[in-house]
């Protein structure tokens, strides 16, 4: 019923999807690497890829661990601050 009223959509177009949205949920693997700790490769990259598509303030809703919300936030401030843009990041 939402996608048939144009209330929900899905999209592999980061910069579309961005701005055409005012709450962005990222969903992305972590998978694990050789030492255990949480490959951050792709979860860093879709976060940057949101915060350089930014043309208004957005609601971003990633679920990952305190440490991992540390580094992101570091990942979401460098292209938001250049912008004059805020962010909010809560801890899980």
Not at 26 to 50: C, F, H, M, Q
């Amino acid at each position: 019923m939402n996608i048939m009223e144009e209330r929900l959509e899905f999209t592999t177009d980061t910069t579309v999807a961005t701005q055409l949205s005012d709450l962005i949920i990222l969903v992305v693997g972590t998978p694990s690497l050789p030492t255990g700790e949480a490959n951050l490769t792709y979860i860093e990259k879709a976060t940057s890829d949101v915060a350089i598509a930014m043309n208004d303030h957005k609601v971003i809703a990633i679920m990952v661990s305190v440490e991992t919300n540390h580094r992101i936030q570091g990942v979401l401030k460098r292209p938001i601050l250049i912008d004059g843009r805020n962010m909010f990041c809560s801890e899980e």
